[in-house]
């Protein structure tokens, strides 16, 4: 299917002003929606990071929004986080103008978009992240139909300490500018939270992890997993041999593999959801 890209401001910043890139799939509609958020460590890249994959999957009929988020050196945490919530708001109330179904929104997090992710679907109703209005639809809520994780950094603190022991040191200090004051690390942080057995919202997830991943290792992200299935949440978990941490930016089989299992993912989510009769 032939889709259309463009640019659209989506929130002001006094930082600066925010984008969101459109991929809108050429057809009839309704199409299903799905929120894209960029990795980068807290503190770089942007609403472009995830191009190839966010392109294929509109390709095959879903309306995608990639946004920028607030980098660390604008704001520490909790403000990336704060404009997740405010972008999947303010796409519930967009996607119809551009032939999507707000009903049916996703999102799909990469890295330490899939950190920000997870706070906010397991959030969603946390007074600091819904802090930015939404003035033209105040009635829309920042709840998700699913959620789907590519080497998310699930326990913030583990990575940490991981990127010490490798000496990585533009790791060590990424997670310092963004985590201010550093106890935030653990307030922030996905597998403290269900450790701790704080009253969580768990939507489906979908977590895709590279073996060969020494960023965000294997055993953290399967950690994650067993606590989000005992605190009762509904998650699908696979690991890509021979696979590092941001290995779908690349073409080949392992890419191709994932982006197919993504669509499926979202399928059996939007089939599920589907009324009986």
Known sequence: MNIKVWDVEYRRDPARTLIARIYQPQGGGPFPVLL????????????TANAPVDERLAASGILVAAIDLRRAH??????????????????????????????????LGSSSGGHELQLCAMRPRDPRYGALPLPDAPHLDPTLAYVIARSPISDPFARYEQAKKMQRENLIKASENYFKPWETIFEGNPQCILERGEPVTLPPMFILQGELDDNVLPAVQEKFVAAYRKAGGKIDYELFLGCV?????????????????????????????????
């Open 74 to 107: 604008e704001a520490p945490y909790p403000a990336s986080v704060t404009d997740v919530n405010y972008g999947i708001r303010w796409l519930k109330s967009k996607a119809a103008e551009w032939k999507g179904d707000p009903k049916t929104l996703g999102a």
């Open 36 to 47: 894209d958020l960029h990795g980068g460590a807290w503190n770089n890249q942007d609403r």
């Open 245 to 277: 941490h941001r290995w779908v930016i690349n073409p080949g089989p392992q890419t191709d593999r994932a982006i197919e299992m993504i669509k499926a993912f979202i399928a059996r989510q939007l089939q599920a959801r589907q009324p009986p009769g």
